[in-house]
């Protein structure tokens, strides 16, 4: 089984040495848990490798993100013109574009889109941030999960790189992710959170599954460090 390192300071150790190659993991959690410094992380730590990788970004812009990334440590820029990195957002006029259209249809043009891409830096990395997009706000919950299962189904067939998804739990909910269909078509999935430890809120990831993987379904404290990224504590067990 070939793996893939996340890279993320003290997980790999946690899930067995990393992903399986090929297929695709997804990050939950509340809004502001950290899932798309998570994501970042996972992408960067592959570029700096020479494993290129495509960050769709969904509900950001470009400028802003590129920018936020500098803010925390992160300069995305060298790695973007060397072709190591790709940040690909949605197209405005996408939405409107693809509103009404079947599913098939709006899931080919979004895989279309990132075979492109894939194939232009040589990507063995794809993030998408996040899965549920703002392309099928106002749809129905049957709807957006034939969107979420086909895409994940395209994407490992197509595109053959190893995938992070992220999907937000809606906050005070015990969903593990937005959609309800997400945590089943991962291989993997992670739930990031905040606990309150002796007064004080602590980050903690929860790993929840890890398909075919020694891992333990446990929760971990973990620390977000300017610069360098997610730190998780192996030796703080919280659950
Ligand atoms: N420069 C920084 N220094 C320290 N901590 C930071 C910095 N930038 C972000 N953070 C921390 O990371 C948190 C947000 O992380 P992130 O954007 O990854 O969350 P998210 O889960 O993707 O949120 P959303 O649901 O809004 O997309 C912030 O709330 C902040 O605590
Ligand atoms: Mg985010």
Known sequence: MELVETGIEGLD?????GFIKGRTYLVAGETGTCKTLFALNYILHGAV???????????????SFVEGALAFGWDLNPLIKQGKLSIMTILPDFIE??????????VESIVGSLRDEVKRIHATRLVIDP????VVEGESVVKMREYVRNLVVSIERDLKTTALVTSEIPTGTAQLSRFGVEEFLAAG???????????????TIWI?????????PAVYQFDVTPGK???VYGSKRLG
């Open 229 to 231: 990224g997610i730190v």
């Open 49 to 63: 490798r020479g494993e290129s990788g495509v960050y769709l970004l969904v509900d950001e812009d470009y400028e």
């Open 189 to 203: 999935v992670f739930v990031l959170g905040l606990k309150n430890v002796g007064g004080r809120n602590v980050r």
């Open 208 to 216: 929840r599954k890890m398909r075919w993987r020694p891992a333990e």
């Open 131 to 134: 899965i549920a997009p703002l």
């Open 13 to 17: 150790p946690l899930i067995g040495g």
């Open 97 to 106: 574009r693809v509103r009404s259209k079947s599913v098939d249809t709006i």
